[in-house]
């Protein structure tokens, strides 16, 4: 069974730096599209960047010009580097695929807090 394990979170003051990765256990990691979720208090599951299998990416707005998704196949890891992050930004993060192919069961996630 395919599992998700999400790591980097931490505390990190306003403006600061954070990077997160995502491994996918399995061999068909290179095949999907893969995101980050993050989840708010109070709020629902958002998807804050895409990548696809041949390395493009997207980004919702919120995120766009601050946060950067890259993946390393041959690693079956997708990264999260998140720069001048806002308190906003607060939220535990997940990975997975976009949903295009389906999804994998959901991991942990890793707690993102930027406070000061």
């Known amino acids: 069974q395919v599992q998700v394990v999400e790591s980097g979170g931490g505390l990190v003051q306003p403006g600061g730096p954070l990077r997160l990765s995502c491994v996918v256990s399995g061999s068909i990691f290179r095949l999907y599209a893969m995101g980050w979720y993050r989840q708010a208090p109070g709020k629902q599951r958002e998807l804050v960047a895409v990548?696809?299998?041949?390395?493009?990416?997207n980004y919702a707005d919120s995120v766009k010009g601050r946060f950067t998704i890259s993946r390393t196949n041959a690693k079956n890891t997708v990264y999260l580097q998140m720069n001048s992050l806002k308190p906003e930004d607060t939220a535990v993060y997940y990975c997975?695929?976009?949903?295009?192919?389906?999804?994998?069961?959901w991991g942990q996630g890793t707690q993102v807090t930027v406070s000061s």
């Open positions: 990548i696809t299998s041949g390395g493009s990416a």
């Open positions: 997975n695929a976009d949903g295009s192919l389906g999804r994998f069961p």
